[in-house]
């Protein structure tokens, strides 16, 4: 027999506040709905539970959508069966591309053997309208048009009416990712004409990493009864996840029942504040954040008029380590912020403002901590000036 | 904007005891341990977290492989993992199937392009080593043998050491399911040869579901290495997800945090239980609950021999609705038995004893609630009598 290979101490990690890319922090009633005791998968009890957490999702999702639904896998596990589900070999789809997020699309949408047309832009841009209607010039026939709402990797957020114009005056459906956005931006699926989305749990839902809402209106889900190959995972086959979602209650697989106890008191936190109060909430911790960054002399990074209210970025002053500042809010704040990725890695910071994290008393600390990184590195800066341009946005607001 | 549907209530379900087939109850402390405030996935602190659950994994697998891990998803998440890594088009692979699970695994199989040769045996009974002899025949080249090790629509439990042999001697690569047996019953990777294996959490394990234990030897991974073609599924690549899980730290998704906390603090309860006790309480308890089922007059409908410790599968006399008791059970005593599944479905009932679940008290209760309910069905029989004869077998274990 082989033994454990030491003594392993109890779970005791240091309390953070997690201002970074995701997980947000969680609100203490999500904690305690997530440690409530099991039920079966099939108790008529669970069942409830479920039927309740799909409508609260559809009010998330503004929508009417019936497969509307928790995937059970985090936001990425969403990305895969969307995309999965949508596309098969010998498609075509168009993935428009700004972030790693989008690259990501384009890496999915490619498995399904799927023939993909990219649009590319710019790190920390938009994807404008004329590139897609481009894109549908050398793939007339795309029956998918695919892109990023809230670009995790840069800080963007994508306007939607023109781009989603275009691809249906194509006859393509429409699939978004608003991993970042959803329930801390404005995102509205019927009204918007949005086929598919998917999101994360772990934004601004501020629930713990591990499930994926998703949601499908009628025209994605005839797409996918009309597919001609089977979905190429069992596990993410949503032919067979909406027959256990739905009024059948045949059984896939067993769903994870703690995560969608978790799911339903996070959502049920979002419709007792309402959607419109929680984006306003949002927009102004991130404009007061902002302002108090740029008074301390940072860049914002993402493209001026489409910032997302949920994460913040920065670019890091050239004489600053990037990493260093992290460390230090880590080990002197227990603040944790994000780092780039890809090619802006080492580039930019990412201050995530989500959910429940999103509040006047997070915004003033992380500029304090902020300030005090930069000005241990050197770079000579004002927490004062900082907290004053960002009580500015505040007092302002309450005008 | 669309208004949420109605007020939606708190999070307060009835306490069930679980004794059907998984999820099982889940000791307070592992509940407690998921409702630990958040970590970022690439705190150092998490990253700790994550060593401690991969070694305490390979405490439960009995493995040295290096890439054992949980996959961020549920038990069947797990045999897509194994099956559509190791699996691609124009690969060969033979599926031993007698129940459910199997019966899946060809399913898969099938979704990855491989050709699957099918070996079947009767529901209720396992695989004879000539069934797998025979089939290496039709199809020599096949490159991996997958079979279930303990079915959980049938009660069986595999013999594993002629099989293996088997497919060790053509070649293949042998992947093994025990999602319902790790942690209840010995599962000893290394010591028999398995290449690949993959179980859930909400079993015998006592987490709640949302997680699956995967460990892939050498062979298996350089199996993994040598594919023609990526994995369909992106969530699912492990070639990407070894680089997350280890040293390398590379981001692919948001690991459910809260779930690897519940994972960990599982194991450890494993590991201070000891692995052989607590396969030997698993196999007492059923023993004395089969020996009050057979002292009530009812059947164990799996063939004798190879029974799951972990799962007691019960023919369901003629005389009784097989339902009716499950609600009664349900209701009076809020006690959850499982039907049967596919072909069984009706035919048998699945009692669960499993993790932390698998006590004296079930056995006890659990008895005493089924002669309750049968009575109530006009099926006479004697709790005295099953008490009695279970007592028999916990006070011989003692001598």
Redesign the interface.
């Known amino acids: 027999?082989?033994?454990?290979?030491?003594k392993?101490g109890e779970?005791a990690?240091?309390?953070?506040i997690?201002l970074?890319a995701?997980?947000s922090?969680?609100d203490s009633r999500v904690?305690?709905?997530?440690?409530?005791?099991?039920?079966?998968?099939l108790?008529p009890?669970?069942i409830e539970?479920m039927d309740?957490t799909r409508?609260?999702l559809?009010?998330v999702f503004?929508?009417?959508n019936t497969m509307t639904l928790p995937m059970?896998?985090?936001?990425?596990?969403g990305?895969?069966t969307v995309l999965?589900n949508l596309l098969e070999p010998k498609a075509k789809a168009i993935v428009a591309y700004c972030g790693v997020f989008g690259q990501?699309m384009v890496?999915?949408a490619k498995?399904?053997g799927a023939e993909v047309e990219v649009v590319q832009s710019e790190w920390g841009h938009i994807i404008e309208p004329e590139q897609v209607e481009a894109a549908f010039k050398k793939m007339p026939t795309a029956q998918v048009l695919a892109f990023v709402h809230a670009e995790t990797s840069t800080g963007i957020m994508q306007p939607v009416k023109d781009i989603v114009k275009i691809a249906h005056d194509h006859g393509a459906v429409v699939a978004m990712d608003c991993v970042t956005s959803l329930g801390g931006a404005p995102v509205l699926l019927?009204q918007w004409g949005i086929d598919a989305a998917y999101s994360?749990t772990?934004k601004c839902i501020s629930c713990?990493?591990?499930l994926a809402p998703i949601s499908l209106n009628d025209k994605a889900r005839k797409m996918l009864h009309n597919r001609k190959s089977?979905?190429?995972?069992?596990?993410?086959d949503l032919t067979m996840i909406e027959r256990y979602w739905g009024q059948e209650r045949f059984?896939?697989?067993?769903?994870?029942?703690?995560?969608v106890?978790?799911l339903?008191?996070a959502?049920?936190i979002i419709?007792e504040e309402g959607?419109?109060a929680r984006w306003a909430r949002h927009q102004l911790n991130a404009r007061a954040f902002t302002a108090g960054c740029e008074a301390m002399g940072l860049k914002p990074f993402a493209q001026d008029g489409y910032r997302l209210p949920s994460l913040i970025t920065l670019a890091v002053p050239e004489e600053v380590k990037e990493d260093e500042v992290r460390q230090y809010l880590?080990n002197k704040f227990q603040i944790?912020i994000s780092g780039g990725?890809g090619p802006v890695k080492g580039q930019i910071w990412r201050v995530g403002l989500m959910g429940s994290n999103s509040t006047r008393k997070n915004v003033m600390l992380a500029l304090t901590a902020l300030a005090a990184a930069l000005n241990a590195q050197g770079f000579k800066t004002s927490a004062s000036a900082a907290l004053e341009a960002a009580t500015v946005v505040y007092n302002e607001a309450a005008c």
Do not use: C, N
Request: zero cysteines; aromatic letters at 8%; proline letters at 9%.
């Open positions: 027999m082989l033994e454990p290979k030491k392993y779970l990690p240091t309390e953070r997690l970074g995701g997980p922090g969680v904690l305690r709905a997530m440690s409530t005791p099991l039920l079966g998968h108790d009890e669970f539970i309740d409508d609260l559809r009010y503004q929508t009417e059970s896998g985090t936001g990425s596990a990305m895969d999965s990501r890496d999915i498995r399904t019927d994360g772990q713990p990493p591990g089977p979905v190429s995972s069992w596990y993410l059984y896939h697989h067993t769903a994870p029942i703690s995560m106890y978790a339903r008191e959502l049920r419709a959607l419109e880590l944790e990725l």
